[in-house]
């Protein structure tokens, strides 16, 4: 066993401030306010910053100028292994609208070389698209945009069975709501995006199984005091978690606040990343699609649309503490709360019996070390009992 004190801990049962946390066989088996565990004193102490849970992003497109669509096992990995400098421990890698064939291909083959991937751990795939409104395409091709039928969602999800762990559709489009009760049966997340569905038809397809709002805000009928659309909706009901790029472009600081605010407990931060995140301004793919990053990092279509974001999931908790969140809040919406959302009670949370994924954040809520079920794969930390920092390169 081996124990690690930091200034403040983010963890289940302790407040937040000094603790130590001990770690035994890749999962966490103690944590203890205070500055030692059981008498114990700690072998990792970190001067100062937070120790939080590993971090879990449901929706990557890509990064480190790979897109996952067509990535090959090469790009894949160094995806995996990059993604702990971000603080994301755990994620699920976004297929965008692209034909069913092509579709159905990419799940096979990331299907195939999962087994072989090491690092940030996969959870599963997010399909986004092609099932969505051409009135709300955003950065998706209008012309692949399609109805959903039985047919295609059979297709997809026996592709590779179990793989699809969250579907984006817009559920006002013909055969939206059977979707939405064929997925949500087959156990998978269903959230609405993409879409032009107004209060109304957001509550029928929480009613019928979704649980999640891709992107809150984007790609969406905007909130109107007469017509709430899917953002008020989204905000009031209790069934929906609320997706939410917190780059301070798609979504402006104050309304971040406000999301916290009205749906407390119910938002997800997440990346949206493309291949260009972690990359210098230049053409970068997504789905098929060239998009240019400018100087601000922005990934933007020909049209100026965005796409995608360059977003670390670490800066989101960052711009979300400065527009007025508090820490743990912050923390728990890239951590604990989209864990739960796929059914992984076993990741983003400090507590007894959970992966040893963990992530020390700086005082500027940057990522300076992650560890894998224990096993540091990013950064370096001081010891205690040691002359010199146990290190790891990326």
Not at 153 to 167: C, E, K, M, N, S
Not at 255 to 273: H, I, K, P, Q
Not at 333 to 339: D, H, T
Not at 376 to 388: C, E
Request: charged share 15%; glycine share 12%; net charge negative.
């Amino acid at each position: 066993m081996h124990v690690i004190h930091a200034p403040r801990v983010v963890a289940d049962g302790v407040p937040l401030g000094p603790a130590c946390v001990a770690v035994e066989h890749g999962r966490v088996v103690g944590v203890a306010a205070g500055e030692t565990y059981g008498g114990l004193r700690p072998e990792v102490l970190l001067p100062s910053g937070v120790l939080v849970p590993g971090l879990v992003d449901l929706q990557v497109n890509g990064c480190y100028g790979e897109d996952l669509v067509a990535a090959g096992p090469a790009g894949w990995a160094e995806v995996t292994r990059r993604l702990p400098e971000t603080g994301v421990t755990a994620f699920l890698p976004t297929f965008i609208t692209a034909p069913v064939p092509s579709l159905l291909a990419a799940l096979r083959r990331t299907a195939a070389l999962l087994p072989d991937l090491s690092g940030a751990r996969v959870l599963g795939v997010h399909v986004e698209g092609p099932f969505l409104s051409p009135r709300r395409h955003g950065a998706h091709d209008p012309a692949l945009l399609r109805h959903a039928t039985p047919a295609a969602l059979d297709a997809l999800l026996d592709a590779a069975p179990g793989l699809v762990r969250i579907f984006t559709l817009a559920p006002e489009l013909p055969g939206g709501l059977d979707a939405v009760r064929r997925l949500s049966a087959a156990g998978v997340v269903v959230s609405i995006g993409h879409t032009d569905a107004t209060a109304a038809q957001a509550e029928a397809a929480a009613d019928a199984g979704a649980r999640l709002v891709t992107h809150l805000f984007n790609a969406m009928r905007p909130l109107h005091h007469r017509e709430p659309g899917v953002v008020g909706q989204a905000l009031v009901d209790p069934r929906l978690v609320c997706g939410l790029i917190a780059d301070l472009h798609h979504v402006a600081g104050p309304v971040c606040r406000l999301a916290f605010t009205a749906a407390a407990g119910r938002v997800v931060l997440v990346t949206d990343s493309v291949a260009a995140a972690g990359m210098p301004p230049g053409e970068y793919d997504l789905g098929g699609q060239q998009v240019a990053v400018d100087a601000l990092g922005l990934p933007r279509r020909a049209d100026g649309t965005l796409a995608g974001s360059g977003l670390r999931l670490d800066a989101a908790i960052a711009n979300a503490v400065a527009a007025g969140v508090d820490l743990r809040s912050a923390v728990d919406a890239a951590s604990r709360l989209p864990a739960d959302l796929v059914g992984r009670p076993d990741l983003g949370r400090i507590a007894p019996g959970a992966q040893a994924d963990l992530v020390w954040l700086g005082d500027d809520l940057s990522t300076r070390a992650a560890w894998l079920g224990g096993a540091l794969a990013h950064g370096q930390v001081p010891a205690v009992a040691a002359d010199s920092p146990i290190e790891v390169r990326p």
